[in-house]
């Protein structure tokens, strides 16, 4: 069974632009987390999709924003990056069952910020 | 505050050896714990959970212990070899939510 797979991998943007990162969840897992990894914060939780609704959101700003598609798959998008945006950003899913809760992390997306 | 603590940024230990990792989290209503295992450049890697109703998990080579009264989860790993060395997160889950709060990380290193 294939695991979480993030695209692209790295990416380098620059101040002002936007950027889109995309997840595909395991098979069958409905709902989708997204987290901002850095040296300074550790591993902060972004938004968090289920059947392509929003249901928790952390403390960021507008500028990050999600979606999720009738498939699963998910995307955010960071708009007017900042320097303090480049971070290791993760995507992580889940069954969300009553049984398991289990969260399945893909290896991230890379963002550079210059 | 919100979010789940570690006591040690970093912790070294010999091959052979069993290695402990502590964590303290802050919310009661948390009832669910995870641990992660991260490698570099590498996504987390979930090694054991435990519920809040239980205070002891056992899995192959490791050992999750949950002590609701003093809040703290400790994640115990038997005969620590060099492919243990990496970040350690411990992480919690309230009921409901799929939303996972991280401590900041424990370095394991182990020396051959």
């Known amino acids: 069974k294939a695991g979480v797979t993030q695209t692209p991998r790295y990416l380098i943007k620059t101040r002002g632009q936007q950027v889109t990162l995309s997840c595909s969840p395991i098979?069958?897992?409905?709902?989708v987390s997204w987290y901002q990894q850095t040296p300074g914060q550790g591993l902060q939780f972004l938004f968090e999709?289920?059947?392509?609704?929003?249901?928790n959101k952390g403390n960021f700003p507008g500028r990050f924003s999600g979606r999720q598609f009738s498939n699963s798959r998910s995307e955010m998008n960071v708009s007017t990056l900042e320097l303090g945006d480049s971070a290791l950003y993760l995507c992580?899913?889940?069954?969300?069952?009553?049984?398991?809760?289990?969260?399945?992390f893909g290896q991230g997306t890379r963002l550079t910020v210059v | 505050g919100e979010s789940v603590g570690l006591h040690l940024p970093t912790l070294s230990v010999q091959e052979g050896d069993n290695s402990i990792i502590n964590c303290a989290y802050s919310n009661s209503a948390s009832d669910y714990f995870i641990w992660y295992k991260q490698e570099s450049g590498k996504g987390p890697q979930f090694i054991i959970d435990?519920?809040?109703?239980?205070d002891k998990r056992q899995g192959q080579r490791v050992t999750v212990l949950l002590n609701k009264t003093v809040k703290h989860l400790s994640l115990q790993i038997a005969a620590t070899q060099p492919g243990d060395s990496a970040v350690y997160f411990c992480a919690e889950k309230q009921g409901g939510s799929e939303k996972l709060v991280f401590g900041k990380g424990t370095k394991l290193t182990v020396n051959p």
């Open positions: 435990i519920r809040s109703n239980m």
């Open positions: 992580a899913s889940s069954l969300n069952s009553l049984v398991t809760s289990e969260a399945f």
């Open positions: 999709y289920f059947s392509e609704t929003q249901r």
């Open positions: 098979s069958g897992h409905r709902s």
